[in-house]
């Protein structure tokens, strides 16, 4: 009795799930025959769906999908010696725009050996490509134009800072004078912060480095033998925002000023020590000389410019001065408490 071969027929669920996905797919025999396509293939390729079934891979379209490497990678896969995971192909048509896109290609075991299916998912990624690089040119043009910006800032603080010098060279009054230099201190102060920020990511500030450049301009602009005086700097790893390492840092600019002003007359030797440390978010940060101690009662200062920019940005931090004698010397102690209420009352400093 003669033996008639049995026909092979697809899974009507397995074609129709081909046919209807979103994602564009291809149901392909192992010699790369098409059974089946997604709709979205075909609208996403413009190819027509009528054409589709029974063609060679190669064969679709105009022939685009004739690529040796994709073809290479299909039987491979098909032979089980390879898998075709986030594989990127350029789709090139005439007169239309390259498309490039990701091939993902699996087999569908049905339990017979002798009848393998791919099954191949396409992913257009030409614009998530491009938006890509969109983004990547505009970080790139962003931190052109930020350095950019950061040079000229520099440039025009150094400019005002050496203008300030200028004028208080030429002022004939003292005091007139020690405002113009207590002006070009502080402009000193904001120049060592942003080249801080030049040299940072994010916009934070590592207290340490920033608190020592700037205790080593204050120094070279306002000690003139480093034998007599000079300025110690104890840092631990606290890293602050930008808002926070500003006023930090004219807090310590005023009140360095004001021990170097005031606690050594006479040549006196000494010592400023600037101190910060943190633990959570509470901190503290302390100023102190070994000077000749601060003016009680009626030989007590009244509260100047710099009393006043201090109060401010203590307030601000939501912090709280403390101002004790240090026998010899000042010290002054600025901390911030999470959970305590800020109070700010300086009567006697800068």
């Not at 339990?111 to 491009?130: C, H, P």
């Not at 000494?270 to 601060?294: C, N, R």
């Not at 601000?316 to 001065?321: D, R, S, W």
Request: with cysteine.
């Amino acid at each position: 009795m003669p033996m008639t071969p049995t026909a092979h027929f697809e899974a009507a669920s397995t074609l129709a799930v081909v046919v209807s996905s979103n994602e564009p797919l291809l149901f392909l025999s192992d010699d790369q025959t098409v059974i089946a396509a997604s709709t979205s293939f075909c609208r996403a390729f413009g190819i027509d769906p009528a054409t589709v079934c029974g063609q060679s891979l190669g064969d679709l379209g105009n022939g685009e999908w004739a690529m040796p490497k994709l073809g290479s990678l299909l039987r491979a896969t098909a032979s089980g010696s390879a898998n075709i995971e986030a594989y990127e192909i350029d789709l090139k048509r005439p007169n239309q725009k390259t498309r490039q896109l990701v091939v993902n290609a699996q087999t569908l075991a049905d339990g017979d050996v002798d009848r393998i299916r791919l099954l191949v998912a396409i992913t257009d990624v030409t614009e998530m490509r491009a938006e890509a690089r969109l983004k990547e040119d505009l970080v790139r043009d962003k931190a052109m134009l930020l350095q950019e910006v950061q040079h000229r800032v520099a440039n025009s603080l150094q400019i005002i800072a050496s203008v300030l010098m200028q004028s208080a060279r030429r002022v004939q009054s003292d005091e007139a004078r020690g405002h113009i230099q207590n002006a070009h201190h502080r402009v000193m102060s904001i120049a060592t912060l942003q080249r801080q920020l030049s040299a940072t990511d994010g916009g934070n500030v590592e207290l340490r480095p920033y608190l020592t450049q700037l205790s080593q301009s204050l120094g070279a602009s306002m000690i003139a033998d480093p034998d007599r005086l000079s300025i110690q700097v104890t840092v631990d790893k606290s890293v602050v925002d930008a808002d926070v390492s500003i006023s930090l840092g004219l807090i310590v600019t005023e009140l360095v000023i004001n021990a170097l002003k005031h606690a050594f007359p006479d040549e006196r030797t000494g010592l400023i020590e600037i101190a910060y440390h943190s633990i959570g978010e509470d901190w503290t940060l302390s100023i102190s000389d070994d000077g000749v101690g601060m003016p009680v009662g009626n030989e007590a200062p009244k509260g100047g410019l710099g009393t006043g920019i201090v109060e401010a940005l203590v307030k601000k931090l939501k912090g709280e001065i403390h101002l004790t004698e240090a026998g010899p010397g000042t010290i002054v102690t600025i901390s911030h408490r999470e959970s305590a209420d800020s109070q700010t009352d300086l009567s006697t400093a800068a």
